[in-house]
C-alpha cells in the first residue's frame, strides 16, 4: 500500500524501471539529468504559491521532491551509487540550476 503523500505524486523524471546505461554515463551525468527532469516536471505541475514556499526555504527541498530526486536516481544507477554524497548533491544542484532557469 503507497505512503498518503505518494499516493499524490504527480512528478517525477519519467524513470519506470531499471535502465541500461551506455558505459559513458556515469553516476554523477545521470544524477544531473534526474534532477533537471524532475525539476522540470514539478515545475509543469506546481503552483505559485508552492514555488514560492519552495524558494523560501532554499537550500532545502521538501521532503517529497527529496524522495523523487533520490527514488528515480536509484532506478537508474541503483541504490548504492545514489547513497553517494556527491551524488545526492549532484541530485540537488541539477534540480535548482533548472528551476533557476524555468522561472
Not at 45 to 62: F, K, M, S, Y
Request: contains cysteine.
Amino acid at each position: 500500500r503507497p505512503h498518503r503523500a505518494e499516493a499524490h505524486l504527480v512528478y517525477s523524471s519519467g524513470g519506470t524501471g531499471p535502465a541500461i546505461l551506455p558505459h559513458e554515463d556515469s553516476p554523477m551525468d545521470v544524477a544531473y539529468d534526474v534532477g533537471e527532469s524532475v525539476a522540470a516536471s514539478w515545475y509543469g505541475t506546481t503552483t505559485q504559491g508552492e514555488l514560492n514556499e519552495l524558494l523560501a526555504d532554499r537550500p532545502i527541498l521538501p521532503a517529497d521532491v527529496d524522495r523523487v530526486l533520490l527514488k528515480d536516481c536509484a532506478q537508474r544507477i541503483g541504490e548504492y551509487k545514489t547513497d553517494l554524497q556527491g551524488v545526492r548533491r549532484a541530485l540537488r544542484e541539477a534540480f535548482w540550476t533548472k528551476l533557476d532557469q524555468l522561472i
